[in-house]
């Protein structure tokens, strides 16, 4: 009796552990190719990753760049309720030595603020938003708001991706008209230098005691890209001529 209640006991054993090989092996076979095929996505993609990174400003300019109608709305901005009041002021302000009271409107971060045009480098019609985060600059060209107000004495800063609004900016040569037109004011400038500097130098972003405007994009020597190098066009205020403000009712 107890040696058939042994038998009984050892194949039972034996078709559990059955049982559990098996399974195992049913993993195995189902998990193995899974994981062979994980690790080499992942040596793909990192293997990848440095190509990638430097054609992808040229993918951006060939699929990324928001569509125009997109890119023209004025009133896209994340950064202020629907309901703020434009912010619209007398201000007395000195170019070129000749003191006068103007209206201002100031745009809230990420607003549409001026058109920027230089017919000679192909530089037609470019948006510029108030603001140079990542996202305002995927709209248009962006204005740095730690440089002066457009109209304001000083240096008006405005920079741009060189893969979509600022790809022409190496076009630019010294004697270019290029204009700024905001709202309340339509600056004229001429191109007087062209300055490649590191993008820890920032004496191009300064304030300056003459009125001009500066441009700036990334620089690799001519090619597409991300760099820590940048080209500023430097240009010198011309003329403004005031509008008569209208402000949204």
Not at 80 to 104: C, F, L, Q, Y
Not at 129 to 154: C, F, M, Q
């Given at each position: 009796?107890?040696?058939?209640?042994?038998?009984?006991?050892?194949?039972?054993?034996?078709?559990?552990?059955?049982?559990?090989?098996?399974?195992?092996?049913?993993?195995?076979?189902?998990?193995?190719?899974?994981?062979?095929?994980?690790?080499?996505?992942?040596?793909?993609v990192l293997a990848l990753y440095k190509p990638y990174r430097e054609i992808e400003p040229k993918l951006n300019m060939a699929f990324g760049a928001p569509p125009a109608e997109v890119r023209n709305v004025r009133t896209l901005n994340k950064y202020k309720d629907d309901d703020a009041p434009d912010v619209v002021r007398e201000i007395e302000t000195s170019i070129n030595g000749k003191t006068e009271t103007h209206t201002m409107k100031f745009p809230y971060y990420g607003d549409w603020y001026a058109k920027l045009n230089c017919e000679a480098a192909g530089m037609k019609d470019i948006d510029v938003y108030s603001g140079?985060?990542?996202?305002?600059?995927?709209y248009g060209a962006g204005w740095y708001n730690g440089s002066v107000y457009i109209g304001r004495p000083g240096n008006v800063?405005?920079?741009?991706?060189?893969?979509?609004?600022?790809?022409?900016?190496?076009?630019?040569?010294?004697?270019?008209?290029?204009?700024l037109e905001t709202d309340y004011c339509k600056c004229t400038y001429i191109v007087s230098d062209r300055v490649v500097f590191h993008e820890d130098d920032y004496t191009y972003v300064y304030p300056t005691d003459d009125d001009r405007l500066t441009m700036y994009t990334c620089w690799n020597n001519g090619k597409l890209g991300m760099s820590e190098y940048r080209l500023g066009i430097i240009c010198k205020l011309q003329d403004i001529e005031w509008k008569e403000v209208k402000t949204d009712e």
């Amino acid at each position: 009796m107890s040696d058939s209640s042994s038998i009984r006991k050892s194949g039972s054993h034996h078709k559990h552990k059955t049982s559990s090989s098996r399974v195992l092996r049913t993993f195995t076979y189902v998990l193995t190719p899974f994981l062979i095929l994980l690790v080499l996505c992942s040596g793909t993609v990192l293997a990848l990753y440095k190509p990638y990174r430097e054609i992808e400003p040229k993918l951006n300019m060939a699929f990324g760049a928001p569509p125009a109608e997109v890119r023209n709305v004025r009133t896209l901005n994340k950064y202020k309720d629907d309901d703020a009041p434009d912010v619209v002021r007398e201000i007395e302000t000195s170019i070129n030595g000749k003191t006068e009271t103007h209206t201002m409107k100031f745009p809230y971060y990420g607003d549409w603020y001026a058109k920027l045009n230089c017919e000679a480098a192909g530089m037609k019609d470019i948006d510029v938003y108030s603001g140079t985060d990542l996202d305002v600059l995927e709209y248009g060209a962006g204005w740095y708001n730690g440089s002066v107000y457009i109209g304001r004495p000083g240096n008006v800063v405005i920079a741009g991706h060189n893969h979509t609004d600022f790809f022409n900016l190496p076009k630019c040569e010294k004697g270019d008209i290029v204009t700024l037109e905001t709202d309340y004011c339509k600056c004229t400038y001429i191109v007087s230098d062209r300055v490649v500097f590191h993008e820890d130098d920032y004496t191009y972003v300064y304030p300056t005691d003459d009125d001009r405007l500066t441009m700036y994009t990334c620089w690799n020597n001519g090619k597409l890209g991300m760099s820590e190098y940048r080209l500023g066009i430097i240009c010198k205020l011309q003329d403004i001529e005031w509008k008569e403000v209208k402000t949204d009712e």
